[in-house]
């Protein structure tokens, strides 16, 4: 998409000021999950807690761009496509500033691991999922960054593969739990985080869906098939004991 | 969609209908094949740059152009379903249905009553002085100026406030119970609290009437009307809801324009 430049070039500057905010932002969230991970695969301890401590700089940012962009509203009375983007911009900030929370509850969640190793296998699972996570998010902001709204829609279906994996993950720590009591405690540690990265997901959905109504006008219609079904597995859980 | 939400809007019915209107000054073609739909009981807005012809569109609607030496209408333009062209149809009488409201306010150098009282005096509408006081009351008030102009009727019109002469012509314009009420930029020389007076009197002079509105103001536009239309060059380049046209407009001319980009 060309963008063409305001005869007013403030405007645009402030446009612009707002996109890099949101960039920021994005940056710094993409990097708690990828520490995250990290901190769970080296038993980091010292990692985690700067995450837990770093999650400041992204609520700190995520004020600063809803400031701006009231400033943008009030000042400049963007309407149209500039309208969109200061909608989304709104948006798609506290999105980020969520899958930021999710990360930093992760974080939490790998100190008490330390003292209660999980099973062999687990771990890597969840580091995969987080891999997938980040690079989905990586490329909503990239869409998000180039206005494209296809690239926006490819993520949307992508984000069902987020799904599956969390579905499967969840009957891996299942089975865990069942061979041996003793790795209920991790076990339900890793399914927590498993689950904070399916809920990130469903926030790069929501990324991806603002980004297609900036650069379109329309709003993309909810028609993700593809969920978490583990609400449905509560017979078997059930049954397990 | 009607932004305002009052929710008691009948289905909209078209007052004005015009189809294939070109207009020329001279060799120069000011419009090209307008065709719009302009709905009864509803705020349609004109928008463009300067010199697309908006006004030139606005004065076909009740035959100002009439007066203009160079200027020749061709095209179908009907009120009501009947032809504004019509051989039948007195030009006078056209305007009396038709009223304008011009940019600058331009009272009569006679008084407050006077300026109301002129209209329905030459088309004969009342038969009693009392009458016609009942009749200036009523238009001032539908003007939203009674309050301010009771004690003040004898006095002249031009030392009004520039606000108030606007709402003086309004009233004098309402006064002949037309049914369309054409306005062209009504707020451009005005502060913005009598914009938002006359903005808010657009919005209720709706219920009774046809009002299309020339401005420069997106915002007012976005305020004010139901329905916008975009001019470019002499084009009609988008007619559409207004809140469609404010959020997500069809046409990149209409995105630059109402975006402030270099088109
Ligand atoms: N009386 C006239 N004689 C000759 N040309 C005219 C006359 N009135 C308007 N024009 C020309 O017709 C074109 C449309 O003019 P018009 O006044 O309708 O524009 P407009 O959209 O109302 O502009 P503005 O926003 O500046 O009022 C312009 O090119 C203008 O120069
Ligand atoms: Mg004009």
Redo the contacts between chains.
């Keep these: 998409m060309i963008e063409?430049?305001?005869?007013?070039s403030a405007?645009d500057r402030d446009l612009h000021n707002l996109q890099s905010s949101v960039m920021r932002m994005g940056g710094l969230v993409e990097a708690s999950i990828i520490n995250t991970s990290r901190a769970l695969a080296d038993n980091d301890e010292e990692l985690a807690r700067k995450i837990v401590d770093d999650d400041q700089l992204i609520d700190g940012l995520e004020s600063e761009v809803n400031l701006a962009a009231l400033e943008l509203l009030a000042l400049r009375?963007?309407?149209?496509?500039?309208?969109?983007f200061v909608f989304a911009v709104l948006k798609i900030a506290t999105n980020l500033e969520r899958i930021g929370d999710y990360s930093k509850n992760m974080a939490k969640r790998t100190t008490v691991l330390l003292k209660t190793p999980p099973p062999n296998g687990a771990v890597a699972s969840i580091r995969r999922l987080s891999h997938s996570v980040q690079v989905l998010l990586k490329d909503s902001l990239d869409s998000f960054a180039e206005r494209d709204a296809e690239k926006a829609r490819e993520i949307i279906v992508r984000d069902r593969d987020i799904d599956l994996m969390y579905n499967s993950l969840f009957r891996e720590f299942l089975t865990y739990m069942m061979e041996d009591p003793r790795s209920i405690t991790p076990a339900m540690h890793l399914h927590f985080m498993a689950k904070n990265l399916e809920r990130a997901g469903d926030h790069i959905t929501s990324v991806s869906e603002q980004v297609i109504f900036q650069v379109t006008?329309?709003m993309p219609k909810d028609d993700r098939l593809v969920e978490d079904t583990t609400s449905y597995e509560a017979v078997s859980m059930g049954a397990v004991n | 969609m009607n932004s305002h939400g009052t929710g008691e809007k009948p289905a909209a019915s078209v007052k004005i209908l015009a189809r294939d209107v070109n207009v020329h000054y001279g060799d120069k073609q000011a419009l090209n094949d307008v065709c719009v739909d302009v709905d009864d009981n509803a705020v349609t807005a004109f928008i463009g740059p300067s010199g697309c012809g908006k006004s030139t569109f606005l004065r076909c609607l009740n035959r100002m152009n009439d007066s203009i030496e160079s200027c020749r209408v061709e095209g179908r333009i009907e009120l009501d379903g009947e032809s504004i062209h019509d051989r039948s149809l007195d030009p006078v009488q056209l305007r009396a249905r038709v009223g304008m409201v011009f940019q600058k306010p331009n009272p009569f150098p006679k008084s407050v009553y006077d300026n109301v009282a002129y209209g329905p005096r030459i088309h004969g509408l009342v038969s009693s002085n009392q009458e016609l006081d009942e009749l200036v009351e009523a238009s001032l008030r539908g003007a939203a100026l009674w309050d301010e102009t009771r004690d003040r009727l004898r006095e002249p019109g031009t030392g009004l406030s520039g606000g108030q002469q606007q709402r003086l012509c309004i009233a004098r314009a309402i006064a002949t119970s037309p049914e369309v009420l054409l306005m062209d930029e009504p707020c451009s020389s005005l502060d913005p609290i009598a914009t938002s007076q006359i903005e808010e009197l657009i919005h209720n002079l709706r219920e009774k009437y046809c009002v299309v509105i020339v401005t420069h103001s997106?915002?007012q536009a976005?305020r004010v009307s139901q329905k916008t239309a975009f001019f470019h060059l002499g084009w009609l380049v988008e007619f559409n809801d207004t809140n469609e046209i404010?959020?997500?407009?069809r046409d990149e001319r209409t995105?630059?324009y109402?975006?402030?980009?270099?088109?």
């Design positions: 063409k430049e305001h005869i007013h405007f009375q963007p309407i149209a496509q500039d309208l969109r006008g329309e | 997106m915002q976005a404010f959020t997500n407009p995105e630059s109402i975006t402030g980009r270099i088109g």
